[in-house]
């Protein structure tokens, strides 16, 4: 019903509210292989990433990042699975390798893993194993020294044939970098002339950023998911009195396989103006001047 002036109809569809299909069982995005009965259509407002931090901050709700896992196949419900890590999850350190081994006549299984989507040779990840297992750990792999795409591998003898399945993770056990650039160590912020403090933050990470936490004075100050990571302090001093506080800035950078790295830290100042820096107000000024045949100065 609305009116516009002439040449200023929209002419683009809205890109904002989108409708998508969620599994009321898991909570997650619905697949082909979900329950009509389970499933509803559930419109969300999605943002550029840029305005994740926005958007959380609003508290809007965003959609979830992972597909329905309980219903379809090679999944929860299979004889033979690898449940978690998920396909493609970012792991590092120890990996609880999680899933399914119980057909029927099962005699052993073991696992493997290889570099790269299709490996041209296998290592083995710990011994033979001859017990089923349902939803529960199969192995623990150690992934020290170990770096990029991998592909693990569970095979299981039952009933006198060999069945196999397999999934990609990408191993990252490096951390990422971090600096502050801004505020500058011991750089000195004046109450009444400073708003805040703009802290801005370089990180970078070889495979996949998840979010840099800012720290100030140990305390949490807040988070970002975007980048370049910055936020704002509004400046703030105790009660305690005094001229100046002295205040530690650090942050840790996170990446998305849960490696992290603290800053230096960068100590700043926040100050009361001093009294001779307040602004004075503008007096007359007396200004000699002669008088004709007087001989006064006014």
Not at 122 to 147: A, F, K, S
Not at 196 to 222: H, T
Request: contains cysteine; aromatic residues 8%; proline residues 8%.
């Amino acid at each position: 019903q609305e009116i516009f002036i002439e040449g200023t109809v929209p002419t683009e569809t809205d890109d904002v509210h989108r409708p998508l299909k969620i599994c009321r069982q898991s909570g997650k995005l619905a697949t082909i292989y979900c329950p009509p009965d389970q499933v509803e259509e559930v419109v969300f407002e999605i943002y550029p990433p840029k305005a994740d931090d926005w958007a959380r901050e609003q508290g809007i709700p965003q959609p979830p990042k992972d597909y329905c896992d309980i219903h379809g196949p090679n999944l929860a419900g299979a004889d033979v699975a690898i449940i978690e890590p998920r396909l493609f999850q970012p792991v590092r350190g120890v990996v609880p390798i999680v899933g399914n081994v119980r057909p029927g006549g099962l005699q052993k299984y073991w696992l493997q893993c290889g570099e790269g989507i299709s490996p041209t040779s296998w290592l083995p990840i710990g011994p033979e194993h001859g017990q089923r297992v349902e939803n529960n750990v199969l192995e623990h792999w150690d992934t020290h020294g170990l770096d990029g795409l991998y592909t693990l591998q569970l095979s299981a003898i039952a009933g006198g044939g060999l069945r196999q399945t397999s999934l990609q993770v990408l191993v990252d056990n490096i951390s990422p970098t971090v600096s502050i650039l801004m505020p500058e160590p011991e750089q000195v912020f004046v109450l009444d002339q400073d708003e805040w403090i703009n802290i801005q933050v370089d990180a970078e990470d070889n495979l996949s950023m998840d979010r840099v936490d800012f720290f100030l004075d140990d305390q949490p100050l807040g988070y970002t998911t975007v980048a370049p990571y910055t936020l704002r302090w509004t400046l703030a001093m105790s009660d305690k009195g005094g001229y100046t506080e002295t205040h530690t800035i650090d942050v840790v950078a996170r990446d998305a396989a849960g490696n992290e790295m603290k800053s230096d830290p960068v100590r700043v100042n926040v100050a009361h103006k001093h009294e001779e820096e307040e602004e004075v107000p503008e007096r007359i000024g007396f200004v000699p001047c002669q008088r004709r045949q007087e001989g006064f100065l006014t």
